[in-house]
């Protein structure tokens, strides 16, 4: 386990990619916690550049971004916590069938919510894929619209949003939580008609949340790395270690960052 990051976006989702060189080197599984230091507005591996409103982005200050996951935009910003699980192809938490991949980080979210006195659950695989189904074509626009097998639910809400990127060596499972849940912040960003805006704001405070909205006061993301920490030993009898920064994770993710994840608007699409 590395310590809690608080930097640049770019710098964090070289990061991950750093975790993938480590896996390569040493097949170990690896935890971070990570926070991007300001707003960043952050598109799924396949989603278009033309999605996004650029000038009100450069008027917000907000740089652009994509990450090697899949999805649609997310802002992330101080108000969001990420967590980053590497597992190796033989760990026991691994799994070949991605959506499989997802269930047990469902479940230690589950139980370190519940024992911080958030009441959650996991959205079954069925409930999931009848809800695709069903959502509408501008709500995909925003990764938290949708809700994905064994993603975590506060009521009706998407209170914890999971992605993956799988190689060779292995796979990242990646989680997010809001400490705000602000749709209001990221759907200027997106290249939409008034109407639209207007529209996709309410039906993402329908379909999403944070934890400033499930409990009063919220619990610090350092209480929630401490519940999930103990969640993931006594639901999966995994002990977390820390760990230290190798050579070659160092390398890659300071290249990474200035080459892969550089802001999409100061490189061709």
């Given at each position: 386990?590395?310590p809690?990051s ?8 070289a990061?991950?990619?750093a975790l ?8 170990q599984?690896?935890?971070?916690w990570?926070v991007?230091?300001?707003?960043a507005?952050v598109?799924g ?10 000038a009100a ?6 740089p ?5 996951s899949g999805g ?11 967590l980053?699980?590497?597992?190796p ?9 991605v959506t ?8 230690v979210?589950v139980a370190?919510?519940h024992?911080?006195?958030l009441?959650?659950?996991l959205i079954?695989?069925?409930?999931a894929r ?6 509408d ?7 938290f619209?949708?809700?994905?097998p ?8 998407k209170?914890v949003?999971?992605a ?10 990646q989680?997010a939580i809001?400490r705000?849940?602000q749709?209001e ?5 997106l ?5 639209e ?20 006061p ?5 209480e929630?790395?401490?519940?999930f920490?103990?969640?993931?030993r ?6 977390l ?7 070659v994770e160092q390398?890659?993710?300071?290249h990474q ?5 550089a ?7």
């Amino acid at each position: 386990m590395f310590p809690l990051s608080v930097e640049p976006t770019a710098l964090q989702l070289a990061t991950d990619d750093a975790l993938l060189a480590g896996l390569e080197e040493t097949c170990q599984p690896a935890l971070r916690w990570h926070v991007s230091n300001v707003p960043a507005l952050v598109l799924g591996v396949g989603q278009k550049l033309h999605e996004v409103d650029l000038a009100a982005c450069r008027v917000a200050g907000v740089p652009i971004h994509r990450r090697a996951s899949g999805g649609t935009a997310v802002l992330l910003g101080p108000e969001a916590l990420m967590l980053t699980v590497a597992l190796p192809k033989a760990h026991r938490l691994s799994h070949s069938d991605v959506t499989e991949s997802y269930r047990w980080s469902g479940e230690v979210w589950v139980a370190a919510l519940h024992a911080l006195g958030l009441n959650s659950r996991l959205i079954p695989i069925q409930q999931a894929r009848d809800d695709l189904r069903a959502l509408d074509p501008l709500t995909r626009r925003v990764c938290f619209g949708g809700h994905s097998p064994y993603e975590v639910l506060a009521g009706s809400r998407k209170l914890v949003g999971l992605a993956q990127v799988r190689r060779r060596s292995g796979a990242l499972i990646q989680a997010a939580i809001y400490r705000q849940w602000q749709p209001e912040r990221l759907v200027p960003l997106l290249a939409l008609a008034p109407e639209e805006r207007a529209a996709l704001q309410i039906r993402l405070l329908e379909r999403a949340t944070g934890l400033a909205r499930e409990r009063h006061p919220p619990p610090t993301f350092e209480e929630i790395i401490t519940a999930f920490a103990v969640a993931l030993r006594e639901t999966q009898q995994v002990e977390l270690i820390p760990s230290e920064w190798r050579a070659v994770e160092q390398k890659t993710r300071h290249h990474q960052s200035h080459t892969r994840y550089a802001p999409l608007t100061t490189k061709s699409e």
